[in-house]
Each structure stands twice: as structure tokens, then as C-alpha cells.
């Protein structure tokens, strides 16, 4: 079956860090082009970053750049959020997409979320004030 699982969530302090994973299970992640998001209580759920099926591209949220670094390893078939400089505001559910990739080159966080094929169940990041 299709399945990718976020892992690496916790409580941190203002200014940690933190690695998040995401791990796919059921088919090939080279394949796919991986997004993460994130959703605030109380909020919508905004994308936060992206990555190309090859790997070229990335894109990230006003919000997060220079603190946030999106990887992924195909071999493993697993991707990757490495989070530092965590502010309380980053507080929220992460969760992990993936997409079917027609250019290896691409990847949005633009686009509606529903054209992302499979989502993970997400993974709790509390940073304390």
C-alpha cells in the first residue's frame, strides 16, 4: 500500500533544532516531487517547502528560509526537514506530500494541495517561548 509517515517531531526550546523524516513505503520516491506543510491551531495549513524529484529545485515559505533546509535521499526513499533557528510560530502539525513528478525539475507549494497524491499523518512540532 501507498504510505508516507513524518517522524521526527518534538518539543524544543526557542532558537533548537530538529530533523524531520519522511519515509515512503509502496513505491518509489524518485518518482515524486515532496512537499511538507504545516498547520497552526486555529489555522490553515500552509506550505512550507518543496523539493524536485531530482533534487535541483527547492522552494520555501517567507516565513522559514535561511532557517529551514529541505534533502531528500532516493536511495533510502526517504526526505527531509532539518529545522533550526525554531521559533514558537513554527509551532505546528508538519506533514509530509508527495506528488507524481511530469518534470524531474519541479516542485510547488502553490499548487491546490489536493493535486499531491499521498500525505502522511504528521508529526507534532512544539518549540517553547
Known amino acids: 500500500q501507498l504510505e508516507v509517515v513524518e517522524s521526527g517531531g518534538g518539543l524544543v526550546e526557542y532558537g533548537g533544532s530538529l530533523r524531520l523524516s519522511c519515509a515512503a513505503s509502496g513505491f518509489t520516491l524518485a518518482y515524486s516531487y515532496i512537499g511538507w506543510f504545516r498547520q497552526a491551531p486555529g489555522k490553515e495549513r500552509e506550505g512550507v517547502s518543496c523539493i524536485s524529484a531530482n533534487g535541483a529545485k527547492t522552494t520555501y515559505a517567507d516565513a522559514v528560509k535561511g532557517r529551514f533546509t529541505i534533502s531528500r535521499d532516493n536511495a533510502e526513499n526517504t526526505g527531509y526537514l532539518q529545522m533550526s533557528s525554531l521559533k514558537p510560530e513554527d509551532t505546528a502539525v508538519y506533514y509530509c506530500?508527495?506528488?507524481?513528478?511530469?518534470?524531474?525539475?519541479?516542485?510547488?507549494?502553490?499548487?491546490?494541495?489536493?493535486?499531491?497524491?499521498?500525505w502522511g499523518q504528521g508529526t507534532q512540532v512544539t518549540v517553547s517561548s
Open positions: 506530500a508527495v506528488a507524481y513528478a511530469h518534470y524531474s525539475d519541479f516542485c510547488s507549494i502553490d499548487i491546490p494541495q489536493g493535486q499531491y497524491d499521498s
